[in-house]
């Protein structure tokens, strides 16, 4: 056992530089906003929640595809829509 060294101070620090801050942009879907804004926030690992004024589909048309391509997701809820970039998850385990 004393060839195991463990330094739980650097430990702890190595943590809490590889866990990195989340932008969450709040916003509504109205189609006031260029498409390619909500993509560029996307791609720069911001997360979005955006209140829907208007069909959903249409609204979202412009920008979901290419959010997808970039690995993020997208999912409605209620009377938003939550965009996330790649490598963050919607966990929706507790919506029933």
């Given at each position: 056992?004393?060839?195991?060294?463990?330094?739980?101070?650097?430990?702890?620090?190595?943590?809490?530089?590889?866990?990195?801050?989340?932008?969450?942009?709040?916003?509504?879907?109205?189609?006031?906003?260029?498409?390619s804004?909500?993509?560029?926030?996307?791609?720069?690992?911001?997360?979005?929640?955006?209140?829907?004024?208007?069909?959903?589909?249409?609204?979202?048309?412009?920008?979901?595809?290419?959010?997808?391509?970039?690995?993020?997701?997208?999912?409605?809820?209620?009377?938003?829509?939550?965009?996330?970039?790649?490598?963050?998850?919607?966990?929706?385990?507790r919506?029933?």
């Amino acid at each position: 056992m004393s060839d195991f060294d463990l330094d739980l101070r650097t430990a702890e620090e190595q943590l809490d530089t590889e866990t990195g801050d989340v932008d969450v942009v709040l916003g509504v879907l109205d189609g006031s906003t260029e498409p390619s804004e909500w993509v560029d926030a996307v791609a720069a690992g911001k997360v979005l929640v955006l209140s829907v004024e208007g069909d959903l589909n249409r609204l979202a048309a412009g920008f979901a595809r290419d959010v997808k391509e970039l690995g993020g997701s997208l999912m409605h809820f209620r009377a938003f829509l939550v965009v996330v970039p790649p490598g963050v998850d919607i966990d929706n385990s507790r919506l029933g």
